[in-house]
């Protein structure tokens, strides 16, 4: 059986907080998508079976975004249910860049450096709960 919807799914996700020049990375996801279409979010996603997690974030991050990064630290670790049969370990690291061209994806539509102010205009408050909750922004010294 693969991972089906009668099974319970435990997944693993790492996840950046990718800063250049005093501004994070965010993308949005393609409006196809099934699960939350268009919203925006942070870069990274589900390690492979036998990876290190900083190994699984730059790889994501080079798929998603086509830039380099430099994990640096762990900023905070957090669980949530995608569906009643699919729990999420999200771990979001601090990542710095010293490239800003990004090149998407099809799994992204739009990309932002964004400020401070436009983080917390279009993240979901999910993910600005978050980084409320563990002090992301005093951590990384972003411009407003
Ligand atoms: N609570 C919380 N959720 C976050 C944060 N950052 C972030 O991208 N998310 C959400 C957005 C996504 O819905 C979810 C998992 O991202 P994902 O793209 O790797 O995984 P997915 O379940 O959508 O699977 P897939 O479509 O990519 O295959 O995590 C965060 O800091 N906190």
Redesign the pocket.
Known sequence: MGEGILENNI?V?V?G?IENKGRVLILK?SGA????AA?W??????IDFGEELEEALAR?VKEEAGIEVSVEKLL?A?T?F?DPH?Q?V?L?YLCRATDDQVILSE?HSEYMWATQSELYHY??M??I???KKYN?IDKIGMID
Do not use: Y
């Open positions: 997944v996700v996840k907080v996801r998508d099934e699960v939350a919203s979010e942070t870069v990274g996603g589900k994501e905070f957090t949530f995608t699919r999420i999200l979001t799994e993240l979901p999910t993910i709960n978050d980084f992301v």
